[in-house]
């Protein structure tokens, strides 16, 4: 069986490797410590395709360690100990390196015992993830290792894996090439940061290019180009971080009254098939930084979502932009989610007390009552509908939660009843 193109393109030497120039270029924290020759313990985090297990890779060649790989969905602790059993082999003398791809799926029993070798020194570990290593590496393991974090490669450093990947492709076929302009710079931006992704889209449009007359080259326009790739390679995990960084910046974004921004991190959530967190944001966002602002939004986000589930995906996403772009026109006001956190809080601390008696729902009294009688007064036998009496428990009577918002539509509340109250 063939080895994949990806795989027979991976980079021998750190000045290969393309992007993490924030950790690899000169004088950067991880290229220095690779070159020390002296390797700690390691965990690279970071997507697909930015070059995680190529830099274990070289990182093994550099300290002359026996590299050993195990995959986190299919190793178990056997494969461990059996690895740790060849440190008597002549291959194994300068120590052993072992990288653990997909650590997470690791539980945290199996971790448990990986550290036990970590610890005394028979492994060197180097552990790579695709999730917050903070939220899935067991903490012990975490103390004992460096962080480093692999981000998505630009498109101006995949074109050059992209032209790589071509030199290769026509050597190897012996087939010269004809890549119309635009193609190599097509695949690179629509590999959403993924090196292997791009050279895999780019052996595809060899493979997907009509075949020349003999002595003729073999071209690759931009149409086969299109074709064999996806549009952007959508980072979307529903279980992932990404999942959640991307709902936190649409909120973001339409708090922060950015419709631009809003409108695309929502066309990134749809483009996934997310449909109900981006309804679910959007519907928090209209009663939590909108509110009392403008609160006729509120009925008019849950109409906009209501269409949007009763005409499904695509067409979804007319009524949710035009929902969005209103969020992020409207005046905005937190005063309602603050005040009742301000309630809530002072419940947890113990602020509250039994309803008054006006308000409770009995009209008898015990026979221990000193002062018989409700006495509840009924706020529309009176001017304004309205009339002063105690509604909070006596001990926090006087507490305040809602503070009304700088808006329109609150201070004219306000200076509505403090005309009444007064």
Known sequence: MATPLADRLRPRTLDEVVGQEHLLGENKPLRNILKSGELPNLIFYGPPGTGKTTVAEIAAGLTEKKLFKLNGTTASIADVKRIVASLDAVDTRGGILLYLDEIQYFNKKQQQIL???????????????????????????????????????????????????????????????????????????????????????????????????????????LDVAAGVGRQTVIRYDKLGEEHYDLLSAYQKSMRGSDANAAIHYLARILEAGDLASATRRLMVCACEDVGLAYPQIIPIVKAAVDIAFQVGLPEAQIPLADAVILVCNAPKSNSGVTAIERAAEDLRRGNTGPVPRQLQNKHYDGADAAVKGQFYKYPHNYENHWTRQQYLPDKIRDAVYYEYGDNKNEQAAKEYWAKIKK
């Open 115 to 221: 550290l036990q070798y970590i610890e005394d020194g028979r492994i060197t570990l180097i552990a790579s993830t695709t999730e917050n290593p903070y939220f899935y590496v067991y903490s012990a393991v975490l103390s004992r290792s460096t962080v480093f974090e692999f981000k998505p490669v630009d498109a101006s450093d995949i074109k050059l894996a992209v032209l790589r990947a071509f030199n290769i492709l026509s050597q190897e076929q012996n087939t010269p090439l004809e890549i119309e302009p635009g193609v190599i710079e097509q695949i690179a931006n629509s590999a959403g940061g993924d090196v292997r992704s791009a050279i895999n889209n780019a052996e595809a449009a060899l493979l997907a290019a009509p075949l020349p007359q003999e002595g003729q080259p073999r071209k690759i326009t």
